[in-house]
């Protein structure tokens, strides 16, 4: 994803007409965008203050790639916070490098800093930013970045954290319509990852709701036993999906059915 982004910065760019860096300095920022941190670093020079926003940004590049991070991500926040021509990309290029390293209260800071323009990949970021907030233990701003993403690849992995703060603000119903649509979303083996969590919440909900009917309740719990039922025996999440349809069974009475669940289960996944 960094390497689109930078990509369609340096297309932003050229398509500007912007002449300031020269042929020299669009060379550079070639060999940026290539990977060749020292080379690009020789034809922009390495002062990182110096020049337009374009040659800030593809010289933070260079210096990222040529393994300077510290001060290329210092270039990024900067060119992110102040707004105009870059801010969008030097933002996403920031978030990446933080989130990757695990450094969610950077994240956070960043975003909130930030007065990015246009960006390359807008649920790239909101996906990253919204999984840094959640991280961080605050569920409800982390559900609207989570919210911002609306398509790719980044949808199912966005709906399926967006399910779960649902889910613990109690609003059962909206995390279960979040995990269906996560689960239309997402490719195999990721989509059996989300309905184990969708029969997960179904079989809490049936069990855990006070004021249920008996009849209520096992209709509940049939449903959720039909979502683990879903997961085949070639996926990864086979044994928890047994284990899910066992206690489901001995909810329902089935003493049998739950034992040998929970039998083939161990011995799928005897750890």
Request: proline residues 6%; contains cysteine; aromatic residues 8%.
């Amino acid at each position: 994803m960094a390497g689109r982004v930078a990509a369609a910065a340096l297309v932003v760019f050229l398509a500007a007409g912007v002449s300031a860096a020269g042929v020299r300095e669009q060379a550079g920022m070639a060999r940026a965008l290539l990977g060749a941190g020292p080379e690009a670093l020789d034809l922009l020079g390495r002062e990182p203050a110096a020049g337009s926003r374009a040659d800030r940004y593809f010289r933070a590049l260079a210096l990222d790639r040529a393994g300077f991070r510290a001060a290329a991500l210092g270039v990024w926040a900067e060119l992110a916070a102040t707004g105009g021509p870059f801010s969008g990309p030097a933002l996403e290029a920031a978030v990446d490098r933080e989130f990757a390293r695990g450094r969610y209260e950077r994240v956070a800071a960043l975003a909130a800093a930030a007065n990015p323009g246009r960006l390359a990949d807008p649920d790239a970021l909101w996906y990253r930013v919204g999984q840094s907030l959640r991280m961080l233990g605050r569920s409800p701003e982390a559900a609207e970045a989570l919210g911002r993403v609306s398509q790719g690849p980044f949808l199912p992995y966005a709906l399926h954290t967006l399910a779960q703060i649902r889910f613990e603000e109690d609003r059962h119903a909206e995390a279960l319509d979040l995990l269906a649509r996560a689960v239309e979303a997402a490719p195999e083996p990721l989509a059996d990852r989300i309905r184990l969590t969708r029969g997960r919440i179904l079989y809490q909900v049936a069990v855990g709701l006070s004021g249920l009917d008996p009849e209520a309740r096992e209709r509940g719990l049939q449903v959720a036993r039909d979502q683990f039922g879903r997961i085949q025996p070639e996926s990864p999440w086979y044994a928890q999906a047994l284990e899910g349809m066992g206690w489901c069974d001995l909810e329902l009475g089935a003493t049998a059915e739950a034992l040998a669940a929970f039998t083939l289960a161990a011995e799928r996944d005897p750890d």
